[in-house]
């Protein structure tokens, strides 16, 4: 199976360029390079941060540009999002029993889960009671199978002193309930602008830049971004051999080509 993550597209108003790029513009390229190269992937995921401020228009704006990705996709709310507005703007996304925008994609060998981890009006993020007896559920409705998940905020301390105050709150709640299922195989987050890969609990995480400015990796704590270039995931997903392999594509970048053959340069 082979699975999109794209995070952090942080659109805002259009034409605004936010340190050097037009996110709207890093958008389409993205879907452009996935529609191009990945059409055959099972589902594109976009793991929060959909949005720069939470505004009606740029959920308006995203549907757009989404209407052209030949992918099915699903939607998390990052801290940017406004849950309300992105439920306005995508009616027919599926949503959990209390609204929260949860939902799960089964085959027969794999549940992928996807959270929201939004708390409104904070930057950290947020699972309540409501959200973790949710996914209870669906880990145990996933017994047997191999299950994924999918937030945006990291549910770990990453070694990054700016950013760590900054991530999933309560984090070893969330951790446990994955370990006592013993059976989650990965878990895919964005929020943190680096690319990122780990292991909490003996679980495999990764995270992606994503589409926006990338923090610059700074382990004491200087809060500078540098306009890396953009990227997205290609997760190739082998349930029933427990393997996962994470890619990143940078969608955006060329580099002098050669032929291994005859070491000329290629276009
Ligand atoms: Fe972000």
Redesign the pocket.
């Known amino acids: 199976m082979k699975i999109i993550q794209v995070t952090?597209a942080?659109l805002g108003r259009r034409g605004e360029i936010r340190f050097g790029a037009d996110l709207h513009e890093r958008l389409d390229r993205c879907i452009d390079h996935i529609n191009a190269r990945h059409g055959d992937a099972a589902l594109c995921i976009f793991t929060g941060?959909l949005t720069e401020a939470g505004e009606a228009q740029s959920y308006a704006d995203l549907r757009s540009a989404l209407a052209r990705l030949s992918v099915p996709y699903r939607l998390l709310p990052?801290n940017?999002d406004r849950r309300a507005n992105l439920i306005t703007a995508f009616p027919e996304h599926p949503v959990d029993e209390n609204g929260f925008v949860q939902s799960a994609f089964d085959t027969p060998e794999a549940s992928l889960l996807f959270l929201d981890s939004l708390a409104e009006g904070r930057v950290t993020g947020e699972l309540c009671d409501r959200r973790l007896v949710w996914l209870d559920a669906r880990l145990g409705a996933a017994a047997g199978r191999q299950a994924y998940i999918f937030l945006h905020h990291p549910p770990v301390e990453l070694g990054l002193a700016l950013l760590d105050p900054l991530g999933l709150e309560q984090p070893a709640r969330f951790v446990e309930l994955l370990r006592r299922h013993g059976n989650v195989g990965h878990i895919f987050f964005?929020?943190v602008?680096r690319d990122i890969a780990g292991t909490v609990g003996g679980i495999p995480f990764s995270a992606q830049r994503g589409l926006?400015a990338r923090f610059v990796l700074d382990l004491v704590g200087e809060e500078v971004v540098e306009q890396a270039p953009p990227t997205y995931a290609i997760a190739l997903i082998d349930a029933a051999a427990r393997r996962v392999v994470v890619h990143n594509c940078d969608f955006l970048e060329r580099w002098p080509a050669y032929s291994p053959a005859t070491g000329q340069r290629v276009e």
């Open positions: 952090d942080h941060d990052g940017h964005g929020h602008h926006h």
